[in-house]
């Protein structure tokens, strides 16, 4: 299994540009989070999804910020407009999904966003 | 907010157990105790869970006391490679709830 597939590993963008981040979860897994991880703020958790509906978006920053998952292998974030405290690095994550202890997040390789 | 207090920083030289701890006092009964850790540049990865009882995998051991208001993780002969940053996080049994991360113990593992 490939993991949690994120693109792109970089990106450089100028205030006010759309920025659309994406993430392939592992196939079959029915939760997919989506977390933001700052020097001043540390791990913070975005928004997630379970069997493609989105549960919370309460960490979701402000009306910028979207979160789309079409099907069970595929979830986009957009930023628009992005500005330069959007820098970040931005973690998708999935899981199993089942009500189980064991219920492992499996967190892809990130996406370092940068606004200048 | 987190519910755990984790010491910012620890140094442990190399093959030398590395004794991570804990404090979650505010535990509820449903709730489990988890352990990931983030290596420089790469995104969190799960090392072990446990309810009450102590647990062991091929990674590290989970240690919670009786009262359940602490732990510790233990890496049995720390390398190089496990130098990371160690987040203790309580969670609720559930398949679907996120991850709460704190600040996390950035354990430095020294030749």
């Known amino acids: 299994d490939a993991g949690v597939i994120q693109s792109p590993r970089h990106e450089v963008t100028e205030m006010g540009q759309e920025v659309t981040l994406r993430c392939k979860p592992i196939?079959?897994?029915?939760?997919l989070f989506w977390y933001r991880q700052t020097m001043m703020r540390g791990l913070e958790l975005l928004i997630y999804?379970?069997?493609?509906?989105?549960?919370?978006d309460s960490g979701m920053p402000e009306d910028r910020f979207s979160a789309k998952m079409p099907n069970a292998s595929f979830s986009t974030l957009k930023i628009q407009p992005s500005e330069p405290r959007d820098s970040a690095v931005y973690f998708c994550?999935?899981?199993?999904?089942?009500?189980?202890?064991?219920?492992?997040?499996?967190f892809g390789p990130g996406t370092r966003l940068t606004v200048l | 907010d987190a519910k755990t207090t984790q010491p910012p920083s620890m140094d442990c030289a190399e093959g030398r157990a590395a004794n991570l701890p804990c404090n979650h006092s505010?535990?509820?009964?449903?709730?489990?105790v988890y352990w990931y850790r983030q290596i420089h540049s790469q995104g969190p990865q799960y090392i072990i869970h446990?309810?009450?009882n102590n647990e062991t995998n091929e990674m590290a051991s989970l240690i919670i006391t009786e009262d359940r208001k602490s732990s510790t993780l233990i890496l049995p002969h720390a390398t190089l490679r496990d130098t990371a940053v160690y987040y203790c996080?309580?969670?609720?049994?559930?398949?679907?709830?996120?991850?709460?991360f704190g600040k996390g113990t950035r354990l430095s593992v020294i030749a």
């Open positions: 994550a999935s899981s199993p999904g089942r009500v189980s202890s064991y219920n492992e997040q499996f």
């Open positions: 196939s079959g897994h029915n939760s």
């Open positions: 999804f379970n069997n493609n509906v989105p549960i919370d």
């Open positions: 505010t535990i509820s009964g449903n709730e489990y």
């Open positions: 446990g309810l009450k």
């Open positions: 996080i309580v969670r609720a049994l559930s398949g679907n709830t996120p991850l709460v």
